[in-house]
Every structure is written in structure tokens, then in C-alpha cells.
């Protein structure tokens, strides 16, 4: 399902949950500059069955959503069938270790701090797409 890119790089579908339109939108085009396909969503609602039906490899969480923060969000996927495969990255304006804490905590595969999203959110995203596949490989074996 990954094509590769010119430079080498995995093509991956990512989905951004982000209450705020402007960094939604900063994500999704750091992302897409990278030559990623993104899908968005301002809330949980829905995530589930786009995850499903566009065959999402990664889920960008931002951490404070309204209902249920993207922390929590995590650990449900994580608990679910849908979590197996699923890289997820938690993204925050919060102090890094702060951050970490909370990742540990919801099994999330890596942080990004706002601060540094043009820096490090594709490299995040692509850590956690290989840490899943990593651990898909060693469950089957």
C-alpha cells in the first residue's frame, strides 16, 4: 500500500484531529509537502470509520480536542482492533516531558511539540508508522 516516493520515502495517509482550523491546516500541509496524503478531522467523531475506510497508516492527535483529548483517544484506539497497525503521534503546545509523559501513558509511537512541527512532525510520523510495522512483524513471528 506504500509507494515510494522520488527521494526514497514511503508515501503514507495520514489522518490530523485538530480542533483548530489553522493548525490543522499547518499540519496537513507540512505533511502533504512531504508527499503524504492527509485526512482531516476537527473532532473524534468519525475517526474510526475514516481510519477504516481510507486505510490510514498514521493518526495525528493533537492532545486538547473537545469531548475526548487526543491522549485518551489514543488509548482507545490502542484498546480497539483499529490500533494494532496504526501509527499514532500526540502533538501539543505543552512542555515536551509533560508530552512524553502523556504518550507513555496513552501507547502513542511518538510526540511533537507545536513548536516543532515543520522540524519533526514528518520524521515523527514516519518513526511510527515503522514502530508499528515493527511490532506487527515480531507478534507474527
Known sequence: RL???????????????????????????????????????????????????????????????????GDKLARMFRQSSVGDHLGIVLVSSRPKPELQSLATLAQADDIVTKSQIQRGLVLAVQRAVVRRAGMRRRDNA
Open 3 to 69: 509507494a515510494d516516493l522520488p527521494e526514497g520515502r514511503p508515501k503514507m495517509r495520514v489522518l490530523v484531529i485538530d480542533d483548530d482550523d489553522i493548525a490543522r491546516e499547518f499540519l496537513c500541509s507540512t505533511l502533504r509537502a512531504a508527499g503524504h496524503e492527509t485526512f482531516e478531522l476537527q473532532s473524534s467523531i468519525g475517526a474510526t470509520r475514516c481510519i477504516h475506510e481510507q486505510k490510514v497508516d498514521a493518526v495525528v492527535l493533537d492532545v486538547m480536542l473537545p469531548t475526548v483529548n
